[in-house]
């Protein structure tokens, strides 16, 4: 694998050497490359060097993923991906300062399902997972990507909209009827 720059005819490399960079068993994610304006071979030291540090960067490009996985498990609902509880109210702690610094207006609301314990007795859990992770995909849907949707826990949800007045009546008329419409997956 060569980058643009060594295709570059006008370049002046005159050695390049790469070892791919594969995460997560064969998948290439990117080329350690060395290149020089200098013709010049490696010796077989140097190799094992490029290669040890191919290994190091690979361990540090997994270790930013499990981080990236760590931190989506800590914020998320693994069931519906809205924001956990935590950080719903970090969420809403950090709206309600920005409203008293900015006179602005922060819309909170909690929305409580009925009924989703009897899905689960009538139709079995997985209906009851699939109503829960379709009203936050529902939820979601009808906000901004900057407001905030939470399960807050069970068959509780949440919203955070920093809003002017004018957005309010329009933001709730499309949150009242977002659980509408939720078809049983059987």
């Known amino acids: 694998i060569y980058s643009s720059f060594v295709k570059d005819p006008t370049a002046p490399v005159r050695f390049y050497a790469s070892v791919p960079l594969q995460v997560g068993g064969a998948v290439a994610v990117g080329t ?11 010796s077989p ?12 960067a690979k361990a540090h490009l997994e270790l930013v993923r499990l981080a990236g996985d760590l931190g989506r498990a800590a914020t998320l609902d693994p069931l519906t991906g809205a924001v956990n509880r935590v950080i719903f109210h970090d969420r809403l702690a950090q709206a309600l ?10 819309l909170a609301a909690v929305i409580d399902l009925d009924d989703v314990k009897a899905l689960n007795d009538v139709h079995g859990h997985e209906c009851g997972d699939a109503a829960l992770k379709w009203t936050a995909d529902r939820l979601k849907g009808c906000l901004r ?3 905030t949707v939470g399960r807050l826990g069970g068959d509780e949800f949440g919203i955070v909209a920093e809003i002017d007045a004018d957005g309010i009546g329009a933001l ?3 949150v009242r009827g977002a659980p509408d ?6």
């Open 145 to 147: 990507t900057e407001d």
């Open 32 to 42: 350690l490359c060395a290149f020089d304006t200098v013709p010049r071979e490696l």
């Open 45 to 56: 030291r140097q190799v094992a060097r490029l290669e040890d540090i191919a290994e190091l």
């Open 172 to 174: 709730l008329r499309r």
């Open 181 to 186: 419409g939720f078809e049983p997956p059987f």
């Open 97 to 106: 300062a920005r409203q008293r610094r900015r006179t602005s207006m922060t």
